[in-house]
């Protein structure tokens, strides 16, 4: 017989079970580093899920992150496949990232504040990865590095994050060299600050829409932007509910002003002139 035992009692086709240190699977994935990482601060079992499915979507944060800045970089190169398929790997990970609410989705206020005190000033908006997903959609802000001062190397990154151009800078200035009349001024505004709509842009995006032919790729990059900005205003919005639901109209963790400030980000558009411009075409 072929599947004879070895002395263990295990077939000869097992798989490998004996390894001098640690197993490959946890040298590349450091298992045993993530699943010790929740250090509860009270004695509610709900707090256990609250951190874990935060801790989750920090790492969806940096996927993302990475996926936006490979599709900028490969702008900058014009590369646009390149590009896509990472824009369209994003869309996977923010529908993931989206999902990462549900187990967080039904908070009574109760349940929430059974270890709600175990946060201290800890908030959402002080996520640096988060942020990072932020300056890329063009959402910069200089004050957003203030609470990580305290950490030189986060903050460093931060600050580049901050001064570099974000996606969709680079997308504007890839339809510039396609020959699209994206106005100079937009082209060298200044990368630290948040982008403001512009009518001239507009314009651009409706030419291009309204005959999606002359430019193919660029209509399909620009369909699947308008994808990334639909998953981030669910996002958004998906938190907001959450929030409200759990917590009501009180003010937020770090003294954030709660569901206001969550309702204020939610009616703002990504990368707008791609939604405005679909009601002149």
Same mark, same amino acid.
């Given at each position: 017989m072929s599947n004879t035992l070895d002395a263990s009692g295990a077939g000869s086709d097992a798989p490998n079970l004996d390894f001098a240190g640690t197993t490959?699977?946890?040298?590349?994935?450091?298992?045993d580093v993530l699943t010790h990482l929740q250090h509860l601060r009270s004695d509610d079992p709900g707090?256990?899920?609250?951190?874990?499915?935060?801790?989750?979507?920090?790492?969806?944060?940096?996927?993302?992150?990475?996926?936006?800045?490979?599709? &900028?970089? &490969?702008?900058?190169?014009?590369?646009?496949?390149?590009a896509m398929d990472a824009l369209k790997r994003s869309l996977r990970e923010l529908e993931a990232l989206n999902a990462s609410w549900r187990p967080l989705a039904q908070l009574t206020p109760g349940q929430f504040n059974a270890y709600r005190a175990a946060l201290g000033e800890g908030s959402?908006?002080?996520?640096?990865?988060?942020?990072?997903?932020?300056?890329?959609?063009?959402?910069?802000? &200089?004050?957003m590095l203030v609470p990580h001062r305290g950490a030189p190397r986060v903050h460093a990154e931060l600050e580049k994050a901050l001064q570099e151009p974000s996606l969709y800078d680079e997308v504007l200035?890839?339809?510039?060299?396609?020959?699209?009349?994206?106005?100079?001024?937009v082209l060298d505004r200044d990368l630290s600050q948040r982008y403001e709509p512009s009518a001239e842009v507009e314009a651009v995006w409706t030419a291009l829409y309204a005959d999606p032919d002359a430019h193919h790729d660029l209509h399909r990059l620009g369909e699947v932007l308008?994808?990334?900005?639909?998953?981030?205003?669910?996002?958004?919005?998906?938190?907001?509910?959450?929030?409200?639901?759990?917590?009501g109209a009180k003010t937020g963790t770090g003294g954030s002003a709660g569901v206001a400030w969550l309702e204020k980000r939610a009616t703002k558009n990504v990368f707008p002139e791609l939604w405005t411009a679909r009601s002149h075409v």
């Open positions: 490959p699977y946890e040298d590349y994935v450091q298992a707090e256990m899920v609250f951190l874990v499915t935060t801790q989750v979507m920090e790492l969806w944060f940096t996927v993302i992150v990475h996926e936006w800045e490979t599709a &900028a970089k &490969a702008l900058r190169e014009d590369t646009v496949p390149v959402g908006f002080q996520s640096a990865m988060y942020r990072r997903m932020e300056f890329l959609l063009g959402e910069k802000s &200089a004050s200035r890839l339809l510039s060299r396609r020959g699209l009349a994206v106005p100079q001024e308008t994808d990334v900005a639909e998953l981030v205003w669910r996002w958004r919005n998906d938190h907001m509910v959450a929030t409200r639901r759990a917590m």
